[in-house]
């Protein structure tokens, strides 16, 4: 018989997120390093679909990394914080249709962004040209002559 149990990995994965040292750097690298690897293959595959597929999963990652940062304060001390934040994302790139990213972004984060898109858009050029401005003034000030050694 093989070594290797498939349920017996699971339980074990499981377990290890709910009672493990090192259960969000785990979740983290599940979340984060084959979701990095398939979409490099992606990007050098011809197909434009998983292209889109793997962009979908990151802008929900993205969206979801932010949300976390200001719930993770509370939502970290309940027990099964990690084994339900992995299994989230595991939904999120399931390779199904109703796949996570698929359902938050077309039911969420698309009509947000419809909604909102000029208006952040405006907001970000006005900072855009405030902060050109700012460095243009910084290097006219800073720039008042060749630079010549201290004595």
Not at 27 to 48: D, M, Q, R, T
Not at 64 to 90: H, N, T
Not at 126 to 147: F, N, W, Y
Request: aromatic residues 18%; neutral net charge.
């Amino acid at each position: 018989g093989s070594w290797f149990c498939p349920a017996g990995s699971l339980a074990f994965l499981g377990l290890y997120l709910v009672f493990g040292y090192g259960a969000a750097l785990l979740c983290n690298l599940i979340g984060f390093a084959y979701p990095a690897y398939v979409s490099i293959k992606a990007i050098e595959s011809s197909s434009k679909e998983d292209d889109t597929t793997w962009l979908t999963y990151w802008v929900v990652y993205g969206v979801f990394s932010v949300a976390e940062f200001f719930s993770d304060i509370f939502l970290y001390w309940f027990p099964f914080y990690y084994a339900g934040k992995c299994l989230f994302l595991v939904w999120c790139m399931a390779p199904v249709s109703w796949n996570g990213s698929q359902v938050l972004y077309h039911n969420v984060i698309r009509p947000c962004f419809l909604k909102h898109h000029r208006a952040v858009d405006s907001v970000l050029g006005e900072l855009s040209t405030k902060a050109l401005d700012a460095a243009s003034a910084v290097t006219r000030e800073g720039t008042v002559g060749p630079l010549r050694p201290l004595p």
